[in-house]
């Protein structure tokens, strides 16, 4: 971190006597993208509506009790809302200091997930650590750490980047090491997200596009090792191809899903109408909270929901693209291409044009973690939009 | 602003900076957003009636409401068949629980009381016919305990609910069985009959099988309706959209009287004990298990009895046993499923004298008050005959034949009818015997409306070729047996008691009928029956009135210079009078036990009231020993019950059951 000489600068600021690696201090700060934060909000209460919608019955027949996943999720939206403030207003280039230790603890905790014991088991995946009733899943934190320690380091790596060896290879590595892990959980979904996002960092930081193919390459034939060597990826691979074949069976969720989104038309079913909820969709309320939505609110809901996630990227892109160093321009386009990839693939999936992967809806889906990390990024994203240098 | 700062800060990643980059991909998940849209479009706007309808038949079910099938009524207004709501315990089988379906078999079997391979073997049935959309009836008319531990454990048990559907009651058991028929699930083959093809018919409707139940069975199903509920993808229900009612079968008004039918089938088995269990070894009988009453009301045909013994209990039918009981039936030697009473045939034995008289009579073979003498032996061309009284009756006429029985003046008859007209030679013909049977009924089909009817065997020339005999010739002995009944005279006792009943009511032979009535659930008649004539005897009405007079002798002229009446000592002091025929006919069998002859049926038929009949009886017990013995006292217990002489009955109660004359020959009474 070399950029010691410029914090001097501020040498006489209550804060002078640590490391001075505050240049922002010498911008203006401007208010915080305002949009960015409405657009986010306006998704969260959508978010929480149709949890509520897609969850009742099942959350009534499950607990007795219909508020059960509604409460729920309340509750991680006001974590998520507090950890978008604390994002918002702590000094994030903070986070290039700790960007190792915040690697490291998410590895950590992947590990811990893997643990008889200490990780929790829920349908077939060990996804999660507990807390007494509070349950986490280091994977999503993950996806953060990711992005954090990435810019960071990309940062730091600088022109080196252009060499194999210095660059591609040694990402490469560390990543595939991540990869493994959240595949042993397992959690493809995740996976591709923390790779998909890890390309557009190595991509925009200036890696060398030709390392990237060959690198990409051998991740494609990776990722398609994953999905023939476990049957059941394979099946549901297959199921996406042409999901009719065994509608019984690995093509039940995606062909539930499509008479959900198909039988909602152009205005929907009207809110809470949504006929797949009860039981015929599974994950109703979790990864396929979106089939739920298209069937309640239509077309125009769905498309709403789209164009209000566009916004949200182009926000975060524009946020990126104005940033006043390398380090805050990498940091806004991995958080905001983190949210995006999981949105595009999370719909892609849910409208059949993907292959199934269990990967969560940022900021709708019901589940604490993602929301809670989901929030956290937006606040970074904020944050950095108060030092916009265009 | 701050210009330098920022350009400063930037360098480091040189000419390849992150904005370009960015820019470019950025319009690559735009790009990614176009295509999602359009994928949204094209499903929820281009397919959106297709998923649609395609999510309409994925939640909602139609759940078959059975309809109430009609009630049956017996002639006083009884109800002998009914239905009343049950609690069943069905299985929906969904699609995507296959996995689940072995561990949810495992719990639900000790619950249920059934092996797992018993629900598998239902499910896979009900695959195969491909009607796995339907819920699968594991238990039927489960007790309120069952019930209450299905809907404790219903969390753990998807799919399995507890359905109120109607289920038949035989209020009458057993009795009756084999008219009233019992239901059963519709099988491949009656699917492809063109009864029940274009009747509106379908995989796993239960439709009567047997009897009444089967025959009448378009007017007592009803119309089905169908419950239209929501349900989840483990089959639970979510919402009840309505539903289309049942429409109930129409109710049957019977011809038969509950009570006479229960007492003829009680005498029936009375006597059958009695029999296996008779002091005397001369008159037991271990293989009287068997027998049939008919009672016709003589002057329409309707049927007002009519009972087989042994029977079948229908409810068991329709019950969760009614696949073993139906393997037990099946099994049973005494093949209780058969109808005795109109699909069971007999050596008819004496019986059939009356045949015999009226022939000669009409045939001018003898006129009234003539008389044949009886030494108690008769002789044939090859033969030497005997009487069943071995010093004989003297000199009888018709009426005291009859009487009596005597044998003798009947294979005189019988040489007599025998005569070829043309060449004036004796024991020729036979196939007068035949016709003659066959003018009072015997021998063809009565017009009877229930499946399984046997028309028995007559004799004419041809009968001994066509019935595999070595030897197609008759002989003078066997033409003179066919006078008394004895050989080529198999009957059934519907047969029986409409001959009984064409020569109570002057000769005219109705069609025997047990519905008078079918009638809507509101009222509304919407078929009526009533006499059909089949056909004449053809005789002078003075003929059958001395046939009539002889039986009214048999029945009531307890003694004689001739003999007493063969079913005297059981009517003599009967209040009303009655006219009837005993018969005992050789079983022609040997006893695989014991290597002897078996003991012959037991016939006997009447009528009553002499003077204006109105019941017709025909009464056979298989190896009943003799007519008067076992068949006369049962059709007594009828006729006792039918003119309501059940509490005065005048001392006969405590009769002895033991015949007056029993046959020490095979040749009838």
Same mark, same amino acid.
């Given at each position: 971190m070399g950029e010691d000489e410029r914090g001097r600068a501020v040498a006489g600021d209550r804060r002078a006597r640590r490391p001075a690696v505050r240049p922002w201090r010498k911008l203006r700060r401007k208010p915080p993208d305002f949009a960015l934060f409405l657009t986010a909000a306006i998704l969260l209460g959508i978010g929480v509506v149709m949890v509520f919608s897609s969850s009742y019955v099942k959350a009534d027949r499950l /607990?007795?009790?219909?508020y059960y996943y509604l409460k729920r999720q309340v509750a991680w939206a006001g974590v998520g809302l507090v950890a978008m403030l604390v994002a918002l207003n702590l000094? /994030?280039?903070h986070l290039r200091r700790w960007a190792r230790p915040i690697l490291v603890l998410g590895i950590v905790l992947l590990v811990m997930v893997l643990v008889p014991g200490v990780g929790r088991a829920a349908g077939g995946a060990r996804r999660w650590l507990g807390f007494g009733p509070v349950s986490f899943q280091p994977s999503e934190f993950m996806k953060l750490a990711v992005v954090i320690w990435l810019s960071a380091s990309l940062t730091a790596r600088g022109a080196r980047l252009r060499q194999f060896s210095q660059g591609t290879l040694p990402y490469m590595v560390l990543l595939a090491l991540i990869f493994g892990l959240v595949l042993l959980q397992p959690d493809l979904g995740t996976a591709v997200a923390i790779g998909g996002t890890s390309f557009l960092l190595l991509f925009c930081a200036g890696v060398p596009v030709v390392h990237l193919l060959a690198a990409g390459g051998i991740g494609l034939v990776g990722v398609a090792w994953a999905i023939v060597t476990e049957e059941y990826r394979l099946r549901r691979f297959l199921a996406f191809l042409?999901? &009719?074949?065994d509608p019984l069976g690995s093509g039940f969720h995606i062909i539930q899903a499509l008479y959900a989104i198909g039988s909602?038309?152009? &205005?929907?079913?009207?809110?809470?109408?949504?006929?797949?909820?009860? &039981?015929?969709?599974?994950?109703q309320h979790t990864d396929f909270i979106f089939a739920i939505l298209s069937e309640e609110l239509g077309f125009i809901g769905g498309v709403t929901v789209l164009g209000l996630y566009f916004f949200l990227a182009w926000r975060g892109f524009r946020i990126a693209l104005a940033a006043p160093d390398t380090f805050s321009t990498l940091l806004a386009a991995g958080v905001t291409g983190m949210l995006i990839l999981q949105i595009i693939v999370n719909i892609g999936v849910v409208t059949a044009t993907l292959p199934i992967t269990g990967i969560p809806l940022p900021?709708?889906? &019901?589940g604490g973690s993602s929301l809670v990390f989901s929030l956290a990024g937006i606040g970074i994203l904020m944050n950095i939009s108060r030092y916009q240098t265009q | 602003m701050a210009g330098d700062l920022t350009v400063g800060i930037r360098p480091?990643?040189?000419?390849?900076?992150p904005n370009r980059r960015l820019a470019f991909f950025s319009g690559v998940l735009a790009l990614m957003f176009l295509v999602l849209v359009g994928r949204l479009a094209r499903l929820q706007i281009a397919q959106q009636q297709y998923f649609q309808r395609r999510a309409e038949v994925n939640s909602v079910r139609l759940y078959p409401l059975l309809a109430p099938r009609g009630t049956m009524y017996d002639?006083?207004?009884?109800?002998l068949v009914t239905t009343r709501p049950a609690w069943h315990v069905s299985l929906?089988?969904?699609?995507?629980n296959r996995a689940e379906l072995e561990p949810l078999i495992q719990r639900l079997a000790p619950l249920l009381d059934m092996t797992p391979e018993e629900i598998r073997a239902r499910i896979d049935q009900q695959a195969a016919e491909g009607r796995l959309f339907e819920p699968v009836r594991l238990?039927?008319?489960?007790?309120p305990r069952l019930h209450t531990l299905i809907e404790e454990r219903k969390l753990e048990l998807p799919g399995v609910f507890v359905e109120v559907q109607p289920v038949r009651d035989?209020?009458?058991?057993?009795?009756?069985a084999h008219v009233i028929g019992f239901l059963g699930e519709i099988s491949r083959a009656q699917l492809e009959l063109p009864r029940y093809r274009q009747g509106g018919y379908r995989m796993g409707d239960v439709i009567g099988q047997s009897g009444i139940e089967g025959v009448f069975d378009e007017h007592l199903r009803g119309e089905k309706g169908a419950r239209r509920v929501v349900v989840d993808a483990r089959g639970?229900?979510?919402?009840?959209?309505?539903q289309e009612d049942p429409v109930p079968g129409h109710d049957l008004v019977l011809t038969l009287d509950a009570a006479l039918q229960q007492v003829a089938e009680a005498a029936l088995r009375d006597i059958l004990v009695k029999l296996q269990e008779h002091p005397n070894p001369k008159y037991?009988?271990?293989?009287?298990r068997a027998g049939a009453v008919v009672a016709l009301d003589?002057?329409?045909?309707?049927?007002?009895a009519m009972a087989s013994v042994p029977g079948f209990d229908p409810n068991l039918l329709v019950s969760d046993q009614r696949a073993e009981y139906y393997r037990s039936l099946e099994r049973? *030697?005494?093949? *209780?499923?058969?109808?005795?009473?109109?699909?069971g045939t007999y050596p008819?034995?004496?019986?059939f004298k009356l045949v015999m008289a009226a022939a000669a009579l009409e045939e001018g073979l003898i006129g009234r008050g003539q008389t044949v003498s009886c030494p108690g032996f008769y002789l044939v061309p090859g033969d030497r005959k005997r009487d069943w009284k071995e010093d004989g009756h003297g000199p009888v006429d018709v009426q005291q034949a009859i009487k009596v029985s005597c044998n003798v003046f009947f294979y005189e008859m019988a040489r007599r009818l025998s005569?070829?007209?043309?060449?004036?030679?004796?024991?020729?013909?036979?196939?007068p015997f035949g016709d003659w049977a066959s003018a009072f009924?015997?021998?063809?089909?009565?017009?009877?409306?229930? *499946?399984?009817e046997a028309v028995g065997i007559m004799p004419y020339e041809g009968a001994k070729a066509r019935f595999g005999h070595p030897d197609p010739r008759w002989y003078p002995s066997e033409i003179a047996n066919l006078g008394i009944g004895?050989?080529?005279n198999d009957y059934s006792a519907l047969q029986m008691a409409i001959y009984t009943a064409t020569i109570a009511n002057g000769g005219t032979r109705y069609r025997p009928y047990l519905v008078q009535r079918i009638v809507r659930p509101?009222?509304?008649?919407?078929a009526e029956f009533g006499p059909e004539v089949?056909?004449?005897?053809?005789?002078?009405p003075d003929v059958l009135e001395e046939v009539r007079r002889g039986m009214l002798r048999a029945a009531?002229?307890?003694?004689g210079r001739e003999g007493s009446g063969t079913a005297a000592h059981l009517?003599?002091?009967?209040p009303v009078k009655v006219a009837g025929k005993t018969g005992t006919a050789q079983?022609?069998?040997?006893?695989?036990?014991?290597?002897k002859e078996e003991q012959p049926h037991s016939w006997f038929v009447a009528f009553a009231p002499?003077?204006?009949?109105?019941i017709a009886v025909a009464v056979v017990v298989e190896h009943g020993v003799a007519g008067s013995f076992a068949a006369a006292p049962v059709a007594r217990e009828v006729l006792v019950q039918y003119f309501g002489l059940r509490e005065p009955?005048?001392?006969?109660?405590?009769?002895?059951?033991? *015949?007056v004359e029993v046959p020490a020959e095979p040749a009838g009474d």
């Open positions: /607990y007795g009790d219909p000094d /994030y280039w042409d999901p &009719f074949a909602g038309g152009l &205005f929907g079913l009207g809110l809470g109408n949504s006929r797949q909820k009860f &039981f015929y969709l599974p994950e900021l709708l889906s &019901f | 480091r990643t040189g000419e390849e900076r002639r006083t207004g009884r109800v929906l089988v969904l699609k995507h238990r039927t008319d489960i007790d035989y209020l009458y058991g057993a009795s009756a639970r229900l979510v919402e009840e959209q309505g037991r009988s271990p293989n009287a003589v002057r329409t045909g309707a049927v007002l049973d *030697p005494l093949r *209780p499923m058969l109808p005795r009473a109109w699909g008819v034995g004496s019986t005569r070829d007209p043309v060449t004036g030679r004796e024991w020729r013909r036979v196939d009924g015997l021998g063809i089909p009565t017009g009877f409306q229930l *499946p399984g004895q050989g080529f509101g009222g509304e008649v919407v089949m056909g004449t005897a053809g005789v002078r009531m002229e307890p003694g009517f003599w002091d009967f079983a022609g069998r040997l006893d695989p036990d014991t290597g002499f003077e204006n009949p109105e009955v005048t001392g006969a109660e405590e009769q002895p059951v033991t *015949p």
